[in-house]
């Protein structure tokens, strides 16, 4: 019998390309195909990137960016969106405004700096990100180094990380996910919203190729919300698939690799 696509969670992803295919727009559409999911895509910009680094990015016309939104939504629908790269206060601002007019939940990625430690939001747009972006999200799921970006805390322990939360959520979003990967130990996240702490424990597997790490995560909640997930449970099954995927990362190039996508079907 033929497979009736039309049946499948629509989600979107709101965020720029990778060049080397692991992180970025790649990274979420394979994650969604993965899990299930027809991924669609607003491109913000193009960047020239490898496992090395990234070399060069260019920013989308903000009417780009709007124009494909529009005409993704406004045919097709979604529900769940994701958003990535957004590196200009122009771009925050316009991705902000169209999300506020969408009735769908929304997973902020508030992505600040590369793997490869490359600078991927310009400052004057940090500002734009705590008063527009983050109001709207269901969802943010910054790193440690985009907490410390956004809120000032360098976190160095747990308890740190609940200082964090409760800082981000005063910039508005529902629910907080501070990622602990970069903290030593066992890999720990905490998901809040200020009323419920969940943390969420995972093996810390020896395996330097990472790449698309918070991409994928982010990717992964947005599925289970457009499956009409509760948010816990979206993430809690999202840190469970992301661990499988950097259990799996593979080298490629000659810097750090992706993590695998495609983990859960490699035996088969």
């Given at each position: ?77 979604v529900q769940a969106v994701k958003t990535g790269m957004l ?10 405004g169209l999300l506020a007019g969408t009735r769908a ?164």
């Amino acid at each position: 019998m033929p497979i009736t696509t039309s049946a499948l969670p629509r989600v979107l992803t709101v965020a720029g390309s990778d060049s080397g295919g692991g992180a970025g727009i790649q990274a979420d559409l394979k994650t969604m195909l993965a899990l299930g999911c027809h991924g669609m895509s607003v491109l913000t910009a193009v960047t020239a990137q490898n496992s090395l680094g990234v070399q060069g990015a260019w920013d989308l016309p903000a009417e780009a960016v709007t124009a494909q939104y529009r005409s993704v939504v406004d045919d097709i629908g979604v529900q769940a969106v994701k958003t990535g790269m957004l590196s200009s206060a122009v771009l925050v601002e316009t991705v902000a405004g169209l999300l506020a007019g969408t009735r769908a939940p929304v997973v902020v990625d508030p992505v600040g700096v590369s793997k490869h430690g490359d600078s991927l939001l310009a400052s004057e747009a940090l500002d734009a990100v705590r008063t527009k972006l983050l109001p709207v999200a269901t969802v943010a799921t910054p790193n440690l180094d985009e907490v410390a970006q956004l809120t000032g805390i360098a976190v160095t322990d747990e308890r740190g990380m609940c200082r964090a939360a409760g800082a981000l959520l005063e910039f508005g979003p529902r629910w907080v996910v501070v990622k602990g990967g970069h903290l030593p130990g066992e890999a720990v996240d905490l998901l809040t919203d200020g009323s419920e702490e969940h943390w969420l424990h995972a093996p810390r597997h020896d395996n330097r190729h990472t790449h698309g790490t918070g991409c994928t995560l982010a990717s992964a909640i947005a599925c289970g919300l457009a499956r009409g997930q509760n948010v816990p449970t979206a993430v809690r099954n999202a840190k469970t698939y992301v661990t499988g995927a950097i259990e799996g990362g593979f080298p490629l190039g000659a810097g750090i690799g992706p993590v695998d996508h495609g983990w859960r079907t490699r035996g088969a």
